[in-house]
C-alpha cells in the first residue's frame, strides 16, 4: 500500500476498470446504478481519476436518498490483466422511503399565510423514482393540490424525466365569492 500511495504522489498511475459489480441493492434495479457509475467509473485512466470517480459516484448514490448507506471499494483486477481493477458498489436500501413534512409559513411583504404539508416516497418502482405531493392552503382561501414523479435515466430513456400535475383555486378578490381554478400538467425530459 505504501509503494501505491509512493508511487501516487511522484506521478500518475495507469488502470483501467475491469469490472463494476453492484452488491446489496435489494429494491432499486442493479442497471439504474450501473448506468450512472460505470459511465463515470470506466472513463478513468489513471488511479487518481479512478479515485475521483469513485468519489463522485459514492456522492451521487447517497443524493437522492435511496440508500442508507453505499460503500465504493477497489480491489486489483483479474491477474491474467496487469493494470486492472475491479470496482465493487455495496449499497444498503434506505429503510424508510417515505416521509412527509407540515408547516405553517408567513409572508410579511404579502401579508399572506398559508399551512402546507407534503409527502415523498422513494424508489417505489426500484428505478430510483420519486414520488411526491404537497398540498398548501392559504389564509386568503387559496389552494393547490400537486402531485409529481421524478424518474432518473432509465434504459430507454437518455435523460431523466419528470411530470407533475396541480390543481390550483383561489378566489378572484377579496369582496367578491367567485374563485379561479386552474389545471395544469408540466412533462419534462
Sequence with gaps: MDALVRRMLIGT??????????????NT???????????????????QELLRASNAVNSWLKSPGLFDSVMVTLNSGPPEIPGSANVIIEVQQAGNRFSGEIGAYTKAEFKSSSVEGSTKYKNLLGFGDLWDGSIPYG??????????????????LVAPATARAYLLTQRSDELSNSQINSFGLSIAK
Design 29 to 47: 434495479k442493479a442497471y439504474i446504478i450501473e448506468a450512472k457509475a460505470s459511465e463515470a467509473l470506466k472513463k478513468a485512466t489513471t488511479m
Design 13 to 26: 498511475v495507469s488502470i483501467h476498470v475491469h469490472d463494476v459489480i453492484i452488491e446489496g441493492n435489494t
Design 139 to 156: 389564509f386568503d382561501h387559496s389552494a393547490q393540490v400537486s402531485a409529481g414523479v421524478y424518474l432518473p435515466r432509465l434504459k430507454a
